[in-house]
């Protein structure tokens, strides 16, 4: 797979998990995806959770996105897009589920991250034995 491929089928498989570190200790949890795309891997999370702190405090993770026969897990580093107003305006429209959330407590509660760069690794059964080269994102 190449990037255009990778960008791909992260978008047809947006529930993905997402782990951090604290501590020393790992923590993975599954989110779900706003876009992949030629300027980044993007999503969002709430600024009260566990996440948001992790991603605060160290942002290197790795992604971990799959259907039944394949993976990719991608990790870098993520960058906090905090001030883009019209990224978060578009993620609500994408998701009308959060609407009545964010209309309680404000946009000032949403976080958005986008790991611009990082390494992705293509896993099969059949590159068990047979490792794929990594790919710079």
């Known amino acids: 797979m190449q ?6 089928f992260l978008s047809d498989h947006p529930d993905f998990s997402l782990a951090t570190v604290e501590e020393n200790l790992p923590h993975v949890r599954t989110l779900m995806l706003h876009k992949a795309d030629e300027s980044g891997i993007y999503f969002m999370v709430g600024k ?6 992790q991603l605060s405090l160290n942002p ?3 992604m971990c996105f799959h259907s039944d026969q394949l993976q990719v897990r991608v990790s870098g580093k993520v960058e906090n897009l905090d001030k883009d107003l019209e990224l978060k305006q578009e993620i609500l429209s994408a998701r009308p589920f959060l609407k009545a959330q964010i209309e309680k407590t404000s946009l000032k509660y949403m976080a958005v991250f986008r790991l611009r760069e990082g390494i ?4 099969t059964l059949e590159s068990e034995m047979n490792p794929t080269v990594p790919i710079q994102l």
């Open 3 to 8: 990037k255009p491929e990778i960008l791909q």
């Open 48 to 53: 009260m959770k566990n996440v948001y702190r």
């Open 60 to 62: 290197e993770v790795e």
């Open 120 to 123: 992705a690794r293509v896993w």
